[in-house]
């Protein structure tokens, strides 16, 4: 599957600097490719408790707060950073600059959807008054390279134009965003 940013339906945009696309929207897998401006604010802290929250930077800079006490994450192009279910974390960017990147709720649990208001809600509640599980449980990759969470296997390559995915939970689903 080859996705064209520039032809997947716009939805979630607040303002002229804020741009959210839904590329994929599979149960097995919701993805999106955002655009934050400058000092754009993203996700308040917030936990899942079925999927696996992933996020593939492709140009600036996203700054995560991860965990029960919020440790700092800069993660630029070519990182990934996969948050599993019960740790704490929020986003924005807090950069002077653009960021774009892709976003991976997987299985998914109704993110998509919810972006395009047909439900309520989905999978994402206040952090826990024990402040979740430990900042150490999320994976942070920079570059070509994969992680696994449990069920769930993402692997990245870059090639000349192009970001090839591979996400497994069972099946596999092959993605090439240009």
């Known amino acids: 599957m080859t996705l064209d940013p520039a032809d997947a339906p716009a939805v979630a945009n607040r303002s002229a600097t804020r741009e959210i696309r839904i590329l994929v929207e599979d149960p097995a897998l919701?993805?999106?490719?955002?655009?934050?401006?400058?000092?754009?604010?993203?996700?308040?802290?917030?936990?899942?408790?079925?999927?696996?929250?992933?996020?593939?930077?492709?140009?600036?800079?996203?700054?995560?707060?991860v965990g029960p006490e919020g440790e700092e994450v800069h993660a630029g192009p070519g990182t990934t950073v996969l948050v599993p279910p019960g740790v704490v974390h929020a986003f924005d960017n807090a950069s002077d600059g653009t960021t774009t990147w892709l976003n991976f709720h997987a299985p998914s649990t109704g993110f998509a959807a919810f972006l395009r208001g047909a439900r309520d809600s989905f999978d994402s509640t206040d952090p826990p008054a024990d402040g979740g599980r430990p900042s150490a449980d999320a994976v942070v990759v920079t570059g070509a390279g994969g992680a696994d969470l449990g069920s769930l296997v993402l692997e990245v390559?870059?090639?000349?134009?192009?970001?090839?995915?591979?996400?497994?939970?069972g099946r596999v689903l092959?993605?090439?965003?240009r």
Do not use: C, K, Q
Not at 39 to 62: K, M, S, T
Not at 174 to 177: G, H, M, S
């Open 30 to 65: 919701d993805m999106t490719w955002s655009r934050f401006g400058p000092h754009e604010p993203g996700a308040e802290p917030h936990v899942h408790h079925e999927h696996v929250d992933g996020f593939y930077v492709l140009e600036g800079e996203l700054t995560f707060a």
């Open 157 to 169: 390559s870059d090639t000349p134009g192009e970001r090839n995915f591979a996400l497994s939970d």
């Open 174 to 177: 092959n993605v090439i965003v």
